[in-house]
Each structure stands twice: as C-alpha cells, then as structure tokens.
C-alpha cells in the first residue's frame, strides 16, 4: 500500500515557540492531504484540508493564523502551529489521497507534539 | 452531512473469543464506510471498507464487516481475537465519488484482549 511519513515523530518545545510538522506522501502524489488533531483517548478531528498549490479549507472552530498549512508540492503538505502553548500539546496526525478511482486516504504515523 | 456512533466506547474480551463493534451512521447521501485500527502512538491503520457490491466485507487480520443499509449500520467482527488485537478501532465514513472528500469518524471504540 501507499506509504504516508511524518516528521518528527515526537517534539517538545517551548510555550511561545513554533513547531513544524511535515507530511510526506513516498510513493504517490497526492493533490489532497488532511490534518487531524487527537487528544488522548478521543477521536481524530479534522482540522483542515489541503489541497496541492492553493489554500487549505480550515474545519469551523480552527484558527487558520495558528495552525499553518502549506502543501507546496504534491507530496509534502507541512503544518506549523505558531506561538505554541500547552494546550496545543496533542497528536496530530495527516492523510494523503492517493486520487485513485476511489480516493482511498493513508495515514502518517502521527506526531506527539509536547508543549512546556 | 455525515455522523458516526460507535455505541460502545471500551469491549473487553477475552482472547480467542469472538467480539462485535458496533457502528452506526447517519448520512443524506451515498457513503463509503471504512474501519481503521490505531495501535498506542501510532497512525490509523485500514482494516477493510466497504463500497460497494457484497454487503459483507473481509479485511485483514481476520475482521470482517457487514454494511446494513436498512439499519444504517456497519459493524465489525471478529470470530477469535488475540492479544495483538488490542488497540483503538474507528468507524468512519465519507461521501462517495468526489475527489477530496473528508471522513467523519465515529468516537472509536477500545479494545482490550484479555488473556
């Protein structure tokens, strides 16, 4: 199957600090990524849609100027979440659609980020 | 819009029993269902997906699904489970055709093997 990587895998940071989480589809290109966020022992929850070479859709309640998304490329879509602060800390996970006949999604392993 | 209800939150089962994870959905349109398992700290995983032709859907690791369109339902089962079966399973669902189209997941359901 289709291969989906995240980098980091874990980070720790400092409360005002920036972190930037990158998404990488390995074997396909990928015209649509997605971002998830999950809190322990909670459901995934879509944060935005990403879409190859113009703006991502933010889902209600996400605040576009803190959660920055880039998808420059068809296969790397990267988010950085700006000035982090502890409640930020949380996984976040991305997806790639493969755009084949049925648009399958394949998940990255997910990043634990840690906010102090 | 779509919605997702997985009716029990945690299953504790013993291994090489049988175990049933419900979900439901409520969709105005056409969907595709899916099932994903999450091991600790890790991504999701795809078990199996229905979309379309036999309701009754065989995925890896010995889990199977039946979509029941009549009571908008698609749960997963498993005849024996092991101990390695032990992870968080999600129910999700997403509109069929359109490229780009999001899943909507269910609360996801915690399965714990016991030994």
């Known amino acids: 199957g289709a291969v989906v990587s995240q980098h980091p895998s874990r980070v720790i940071c400092k409360s005002g600090t920036s972190v930037k989480i990158e998404c990488r589809s390995l074997?396909?290109?990928?015209?649509?990524m997605f971002w998830y966020r999950q809190f322990p022992k909670q459901s995934l929850m879509l944060m935005a849609t990403s879409n190859e070479g113009s703006k991502a859709t933010y889902e209600q309640g996400v605040e576009k100027d803190k959660f920055l998304i880039n998808h420059a490329s068809l296969t790397l879509s990267t988010l950085t979440v700006t000035s982090a602060h502890p409640e930020d800390s949380s996984f976040y996970i991305c997806?790639?659609?493969?755009?084949?006949?049925?648009?399958?999604?394949?998940f990255g392993p997910g990043t634990r980020l840690t906010v102090l | 819009a779509q919605s997702v209800t997985q009716l029990d939150s945690q299953v504790p089962v013993f291994e090489e029993a049988p175990v049933e994870l419900r979900c439901n959905y409520s969709s105005s349109v056409s969907v595709y269902l899916f099932w994903y398992v999450q091991y600790p700290n890790q991504g999701l995983q795809l078990l199996l997906k229905?979309?379309?032709?036999?309701?009754l859907v065989k995925g890896i690791n010995g889990f199977e699904a039946e979509f029941n369109k009549s009571q908008t339902s698609f749960h997963l089962r498993k005849p024996s489970v092991h101990i390695s079966d032990t992870a968080e399973y999600f129910c999700?669902?997403?509109?069929?055709?359109?490229?780009?189209?999001?899943?909507?997941f269910g609360g996801g359901t915690r399965v714990l093997v016991k030994p």
């Open positions: 999700a669902v997403r509109r069929t055709k359109a490229a780009g189209n999001k899943l909507t």
């Open positions: 997806s790639a659609e493969s755009g084949g006949a049925m648009n399958e999604q394949f």
């Open positions: 229905y979309l379309s032709g036999s309701t």
């Open positions: 074997d396909f290109q990928a015209t649509t």
